[in-house]
C-alpha cells in the first residue's frame, strides 16, 4: 500500500523509496537482457560450456572449441586446448542444459521411431510409404514409414501413460487404431491396417472394409512390427532438453548448431542450446539391470545369529514363494516394482537393489574393462533405524572369476559410495550381498547405475 502524506500526495521520502524500487527493477531487467544477450554471443562464437565423460571413469570441463566424428576439443584452464577421443567418450553434456530444463514444454504430437527415438512434433501427415511432420527443433521430417513405431495424434493425459506403453509394448501383426474411450474411462483399439493420415480422416481398413476414421477420434496409432525395419541403433543419441531424444548416425558442431544424420538417411540440425546431453554410450556401456545373470543364489533372509523365527523358512532360499520381496530387483525397489531406486535423495533410473544374502554372477566372457557403480542403502529404508542402536550395515563383496576385487561395509545412513574396478579380460563377475552385522533389518542395498565398460580394443 502506498503511504500518503496528511496534504494527500506521495510523501517524498516514499518517492524516493518508489524511485530506488524501480531503479532496481530496471536493473535487474538489464542484468536478464544482457545475461541473455551473452548466451547469445556465446553460442553464436561455438564457445559452448561442456562436461565429458568417458570410458575410464574420468571427466573433463571446458569450452567446447570442436566436435566431430574424431573428437572432441576442449579449452580448459590448461595452455594447450584438450583433444578427447570420440572413442574414448560416453557423454557430452551442455551446462546451459540446467537453465534451459525448467522451460515449459506445451505436449503435443508425437512420433515414436524403431530406434527407440521419440519426438514432439506440431503436424503429422503420413502416405503407405512415408511419415511426415514439423517440428520447432528439428524443422520438417521425412521418414520412412518402416522405421515409424507409433504417433500420438493427442496431448497425452496422465491417465493414459500406462496403457498408451503397455500398447507400445506389444507384439502387434496388424497396426493398431487406438482411441480413447467415450466415458473417458481409459483407452480401447481396433486392428487392422492404416493407409494413411489426412488432415482430418485416417484411412483404415479393417475384415477388408476401408473405414475413414475421424482423426480427431483418434489417440494414436501403433503400426505393426511386421512392417518394421529391425531395430537398429545411431553412433549416438541426441537428448533434448525438453526431455526427448532422437538416435543419429554421425553429428558435428558447427557454429552453435549440431548438425546430424538421422538413422533413416536425413540430414538435420538443430541448436546446441536445445541439446541437454550427446550420448556415445550405445554399444560402450551395458548397465546390469540389462543383462541376465548367470545365476542368482540367496541363502535365508537372516543372520545365523539373530534370535528372531524365520518366518519363510520354506522358501527364503529360492525367493519365489511368500518372499518374493527379497528377491533382487531391477531398476526400481522391490516393495512394489514402482519407485525408483533412491540414494540421499537422488533418483536413479538404471540399478540392481539386493538384499542378503544373495549371491548374483554375470557371465563377462572377456568383453569389458571396467565396473562403475553407485552404491549405497536405499532410501525407502536407510532412516528407518531404531533409536538407541547402532545404523544397520550391509557387507559388499565383489568377485572377478573367483578372486576378491571389493569388499566394504555398507552404513545405512552414509552417503553413497562410488566405486570403479578393473575387469579386463575377466570372464564371470560375482556380486555378493552378506549382512553386515546381526540385524537384517533395512538391508536393501542398491548399486545405481552399475555400468559394464565394453572392451573396445582390438583382441
Known amino acids: 500500500m502506498v503511504q500518503l502524506s496528511e496534504c494527500g500526495h506521495i510523501s517524498p521520502a516514499v518517492n524516493l523509496r518508489i524511485i530506488a524500487a524501480v531503479t532496481v527493477v530496471a536493473q535487474k531487467s538489464l542484468e536478464l537482457k544482457l545475461i541473455t544477450a551473452a548466451k547469445i554471443f556465446v553460442l553464436t ?60 514444454v506445451v505436449d503435443g504430437l508425437e512420433i515414436g521411431l524403431v530406434d527407440g527415438s521419440e519426438m514432439l512434433v506440431s503436424e503429422i501427415a ?16 521425412k521418414i520412412p514409414r518402416r522405421a515409424v513405431r507409433s504417433v500420438r495424434l493427442q496431448p497425452m493425459k496422465d491417465e493414459f501413460a500406462a496403457e498408451w506403453a503397455s500398447y507400445l509394448q ?48 483418434i489417440f494414436g496409432i501403433v503400426f505393426a512390427k511386421g512392417d518394421q525395419t529391425t531395430k537398429t541403433h545411431g553412433g549416438l543419441v541426441l537428448r533434448l532438453t525438453q526431455g526427448h531424444s532422437i538416435e543419429a548416425a554421425t553429428a558435428t558442431l558447427e557454429s552453435g548448431e549440431v548438425v546430424f544424420g538421422a538413422t533413416w538417411g536425413q540430414k538435420l540440425s538443430v541448436s546446441v542450446e536445445h541439446i541437454s ?52 530387483s531391477r531398476d526400481c525397489f522391490p516393495n512394489d516394482g514402482k519407485s525408483l531406486l533412491t540414494l540421499r535423495g537422488q533418483e536413479y533410473a538404471k540399478g540392481l537393489c539386493i538384499f542378503p544374502k544373495a549371491q548374483i554372477d554375470y557371465a563377462l566372457d572377456g568383453q569389458y574393462t571396467r565396473l562403475n557403480a553407485i552404491v549405497g542403502v536405499d532410501d525407502e529404508v536407510a532412516f528407518n533405524q531404531q533409536k538407541g542402536r547402532p545404523p544397520t550395515a550391509v557387507e559388499l563383496r565383489i568377485e572377478a572369476d573367483g578372486a576378491e576385487i571389493f569388499r566394504q561395509l555398507i552404513v545405512a545412513p552414509d552417503d553413497p559410495l562410488p566405486i570403479d574396478l578393473k575387469l579386463k579380460g575377466i570372464s564371470t563377475l560375482s556380486l555378493i550381498v552378506d549382512f553386515g552385522d546381526d540385524s537384517s533389518t533395512c538391508d536393501y542395498l542398491d548399486l545405481v547405475n552399475a555400468r559394464l565398460i565394453v572392451d573396445t580394443s582390438e583382441k
Open 277 to 328: 546431453t550427446m550420448d556415445f554410450s550405445a554399444g560402450r556401456i551395458h548397465y546390469l539391470s540389462d543383462l541376465e545373470p548367470l545365476s542368482e543364489r540367496y541363502y535365508g533372509l537372516e543372520p545365523v545369529r539373530q534370535q528372531t523365527e524365520n518366518l519363510f523358512s520354506a522358501d527364503a532360499d529360492t525367493r519365489t514363494g511368500l518372499s518374493v520381496l527379497w528377491r533382487m
Open 45 to 104: 562464437l561455438g564457445l559452448i560450456d561442456a562436461r565429458v565423460s568417458m570410458l575410464d571413469g574420468k571427466s573433463i570441463e571446458g569450452e567446447v572449441v570442436s566436435l566431430d566424428t574424431e573428437q572432441v576439443v576442449l579449452k580448459t584452464s590448461a595452455e594447450q586446448p584438450v583433444s578427447v577421443p570420440i572413442a574414448h567418450v560416453i557423454d557430452v553434456t551442455f551446462l546451459h542444459a540446467a537453465d534451459a530444463s525448467s522451460e515449459k
Open 170 to 217: 506389444r507384439d502387434n501383426a496388424t497396426d493398431l487404431l487406438i482411441v480413447a474411450k467415450r466415458d473417458g474411462s481409459g483407452l480401447d483399439h481396433l486392428s487392422g491396417v492404416v493407409t494413411s493420415i489426412g488432415e482430418k480422416e485416417v484411412p483404415f481398413i479393417r475384415d477388408g472394409d476401408e473405414i475413414p476414421a475421424p482423426r480427431e477420434r
Open 126 to 141: 503420413a502416405s503407405s510409404a512415408q511419415v511426415t511432420a514439423n517440428t520447432a527443433d528439428f524443422g520438417e521430417l
